[in-house]
């Protein structure tokens, strides 16, 4: 059985009958166990030390009330991880994040946030050791970083934590509480709203206009950004030698799920990307095709263009357009390199570069129904080349596609 704890629940639970004890498991303070006998009402932690299932007597029922009992297994813990931890080096918030940084093959962006997340809202924490962490402390740091921040913020931290302690248990066999469970068992955890924003169709156009005053490097990126569906960090990614223009393939690196995304692209971009390409006098293949931070020109794009806009909105404007186009959700999650968990998706459903490419042409087609490229990108019309030169990747697997 499982119950929050407290004096009145234990009051009435009946007891044990014809010998058979039983046990009532608290659930705000995992570990801590009621064991029910016919005449007496026993507190327990229950833990594993080491690999091994650890039983320790906290003290009856009556002697200890509810609240003691919880605070009592709290310092049992404590007092089973010093036990147990080499004393001259105590394992420290800071040191198991930096061993977990080091163990994991994370990508920069995401040790960059993890930083930045521990140096904003962890800082005071970090020189502590781990098992001196108490649920107590995390539960009021997330409450005040919900009310003083936003439930983003809070729960970008009790992720953090919660990874940390994790790692710190499993690893080092460590006895450590549930933080996460802590905090949502008291009824403070507050889900992140899903961000919905996208730009609508009908809003296309203006949308569109809004970007001629733009610098051209502008113009061209949030023109791929959205017939793409690429990831903020695969445009910032993106070199000349990932863009095949003979072919008609982008080839996104590093992406989120740590394999390269091979995506066709439509006829029009590839026109665009073989003319800017033309403008800034052929860059190596080396070169960044746009450089860092282009979610920042999309910030300065939607401030001074009157349309709010984000580049992720506009990934979610690629997708929802191109399901209405397709009408086939997964080839749209194929197309912008999205993970499936559904069995039959993820082993059996196959697509050939004729089917990408096909979806990509008709939904760029849908975008050009509400753009004269012409006026958006004069620049790259102007200087139209006669007898072009194709860009061309270097990359086995753009073979094992167009073969």
């Given at each position: 059985?499982?119950?929050?704890?407290s004096d009145?629940?234990?009051?009435?639970?009946?007891?044990?009958?014809?010998?058979?004890?039983?046990?009532?498991?608290?659930?705000?303070?995992?570990g801590?166990?009621?064991?029910v006998?016919?005449?007496?009402r026993t507190?327990?932690?229950?833990?594993?030390?080491?690999?091994?299932?650890?039983?320790?007597?906290?003290?009856e029922?009556?002697?200890?009330t509810?609240?003691?009992?919880?605070?009592?297994?709290?310092?049992?813990?404590?007092?089973?991880?010093?036990?147990?931890?080499?004393?001259?080096?105590?394992?420290?918030?800071?040191?198991?994040?930096?061993?977990?940084?080091?163990?994991?093959?994370?990508?920069?962006?995401s040790?960059?946030?993890?930083r930045?997340?521990?140096?904003?809202?962890?800082?005071?924490l970090?020189?502590?050791?781990?098992?001196?962490?108490?649920?107590?402390m995390?539960?009021?740091?997330?409450?005040?970083?919900?009310?003083?921040?936003?439930?983003?913020?809070?729960?970008?931290?009790?992720?953090v934590l919660?990874?940390?302690?994790?790692?710190?248990?499993?690893v080092h066999?460590?006895?450590?509480?549930?933080?996460?469970?802590?905090?949502?068992?008291?009824?403070?955890?507050?889900k992140?709203?899903a961000r919905?924003?996208?730009?609508?169709?009908?809003?296309?156009?203006?949308?569109?206009?809004?970007?001629?005053?733009?610098?051209?490097?502008?113009r061209?990126?949030l023109?791929?950004?959205v017939?793409?569906?690429?990831?903020?960090?695969?445009i910032?990614?993106?070199?000349?030698?990932d863009?095949?223009?003979r072919?008609?393939?982008?080839i996104?690196?590093?992406?989120?799920?740590?394999?390269?995304?091979?995506?066709?692209?439509?006829?029009?971009?590839?026109?665009?990307?073989?003319?800017y390409?033309?403008?800034?006098n052929?860059?190596?293949?080396?070169?960044?095709?746009?450089?860092?931070?282009?979610?920042r020109?999309?910030?300065l794009?939607?401030?001074?263009?009157?349309?709010?806009?984000?580049?992720?909105?506009?990934?979610?404007?690629?997708?929802?357009?191109?399901?209405l186009?397709?009408?086939?959700?997964s080839?749209?999650?194929?197309?912008?390199?999205?993970?499936?968990?559904?069995?039959?998706?993820f082993?059996?459903?196959?697509?050939v570069d004729?089917?990408?490419?096909?979806?990509?042409?008709?939904?760029?087609?849908?975008?050009?129904?509400h753009?004269?490229?012409?006026?958006l990108?004069?620049?790259?019309?102007?200087?139209?080349?006669?007898?072009?030169?194709?860009?061309?990747?270097?990359?086995?697997l753009?073979?094992?596609?167009?073969?």
């Amino acid at each position: 059985m499982q119950s929050p704890l407290s004096d009145a629940f234990i009051q009435r639970l009946t007891p044990a009958e014809n010998g058979r004890r039983y046990e009532v498991r608290d659930t705000k303070f995992p570990g801590l166990v009621l064991l029910v006998g016919r005449l007496k009402r026993t507190f327990y932690l229950h833990t594993k030390l080491n690999g091994k299932q650890v039983k320790m007597r906290l003290g009856e029922f009556g002697a200890l009330t509810a609240g003691q009992a919880r605070i009592a297994a709290q310092q049992a813990l404590e007092r089973l991880n010093e036990e147990t931890l080499p004393r001259s080096h105590p394992l420290t918030l800071q040191a198991i994040f930096d061993e977990y940084l080091a163990a994991r093959r994370l990508r920069q962006d995401s040790v960059d946030s993890y930083r930045k997340i521990a140096r904003l809202y962890l800082s005071d924490l970090m020189p502590l050791a781990i098992n001196k962490i108490t649920p107590g402390m995390c539960l009021e740091r997330y409450v005040k970083l919900r009310n003083d921040k936003s439930p983003s913020k809070a729960n970008d931290a009790l992720r953090v934590l919660s990874m940390l302690f994790n790692y710190a248990a499993a690893v080092h066999e460590m006895v450590l509480p549930n933080i996460r469970k802590r905090v949502v068992i008291a009824g403070a955890y507050q889900k992140t709203p899903a961000r919905s924003s996208m730009l609508d169709e009908r809003n296309l156009r203006a949308w569109f206009d809004s970007l001629k005053p733009r610098p051209l490097h502008y113009r061209v990126m949030l023109f791929l950004a959205v017939t793409t569906g690429l990831r903020r960090a695969e445009i910032e990614r993106l070199k000349w030698r990932d863009i095949d223009t003979r072919e008609g393939l982008i080839i996104a690196r590093e992406t989120k799920n740590h394999r390269d995304h091979i995506l066709p692209i439509g006829e029009g971009l590839t026109t665009i990307l073989r003319r800017y390409w033309e403008v800034q006098n052929r860059p190596s293949p080396e070169t960044a095709v746009f450089g860092a931070r282009p979610d920042r020109w999309a910030d300065l794009a939607s401030r001074k263009g009157g349309i709010k806009f984000s580049l992720h909105a506009l990934r979610r404007t690629f997708v929802s357009l191109g399901v209405l186009v397709t009408g086939n959700i997964s080839l749209v999650k194929r197309l912008v390199n999205h993970a499936s968990s559904n069995v039959t998706e993820f082993h059996y459903v196959r697509f050939v570069d004729h089917d990408l490419r096909k979806a990509m042409q008709k939904i760029e087609a849908r975008f050009l129904r509400h753009v004269n490229l012409e006026e958006l990108l004069p620049e790259l019309l102007l200087n139209l080349i006669s007898n072009p030169c194709h860009l061309q990747v270097d990359h086995p697997l753009v073979e094992d596609l167009t073969s």
